[in-house]
Each structure stands twice: as C-alpha cells, then as structure tokens.
C-alpha cells in the first residue's frame, strides 16, 4: 500500500491525485473532489477559509488511509485538503482510490471523506456580503 497525504497552502491538483493512485493491478479508481459551492442554508457565500491543526489533520488522514487499505484492499490513496481562502469552484478536498475492483473502490472513497468530515481536525469558515460564520463541519 502506497500513501500520500497532503494538507496544502495552495492549489491541489486532481490530475497528480489520480495519476498518483495509478496502478496496474487496479481495476477500479476513485476519485472524489469537493469544491466552495455559491450557497448555503439559503445565504450567498463568497468564499470558505480552512484552518487545520496540520500535525495531527495528517495523522488522522493517514488512520483513514491504513483502514481504507484494510477493509477495502486498497492499493493506493491519496488524500489532500486545502487550508487558506478559496474562492467559489476552488477545491478544497480530493480523495482518490486504486482498489482491484470498482465497488471497493467506491466504498473506499465514500469512507475516506464522510469519516475526514467527522474526525479530521480541519475547520470552515464561511464568508457572506454581510460577515462570516465558523461551520461545524469537523471537529
């Protein structure tokens, strides 16, 4: 099993994710890809700003990684979220999985950003015309 995780002060980049879980003895590659959407709750947003507590945000990726690479036989991961201002459209997360087959793969890449959400040390803030609003989408 090969790694890469990443917490990144600037772009990330979809092609170097996908090309990185690569494999030959892969039939199936998995590859989620979030960006700042224009609203929520029914507010027009301008732009998120993500923090993370690094050290320990590339600890518990990497705990995501080992268990997607146990459960799911994954060959490869690659996991990178932003930190800093985005804009609308920018990305602020990218998973991608090279299991043996495409349901694993699947599955794999569904655990890794539903269980980042929930345990990863990485916060949003929102930012609005009118102001700006920490959400609680991780710990």
């Known amino acids: 099993m090969s790694t890469n995780i990443e917490i990144r002060h600037t772009d990330l980049d979809v092609q170097f994710c996908t090309d990185y879980v690569t494999d030959a003895s892969c039939g199936g590659i998995a590859v989620f890809v979030g960006t700042v959407r224009n609203a929520t709750s029914g507010k027009k947003v301008q732009g998120l700003t993500f923090e993370a507590y690094e050290p320990m945000a590339i600890k518990e990726m990497q705990k995501i990684a ?5 459960r799911w036989h994954a060959r490869k991961v690659s996991m990178h979220h ?58």
Not at 66 to 70: M, Q
Not at 119 to 137: L, M, Q, S
């Open 82 to 139: 932003r930190v800093g201002d985005l804009d609308i459209t920018g990305i602020a997360v990218i998973i991608a999985v090279s299991t043996p087959h495409r349901a694993a793969a699947f599955e794999a890449c569904q655990y890794a950003i539903d269980t980042l959400k929930e345990t990863v040390p990485i916060w949003k803030k929102e930012r609005f015309e009118d102001g700006e609003v920490w959400v609680a989408a991780h710990p």
């Open 66 to 70: 080992d268990r997607i690479t146990n």
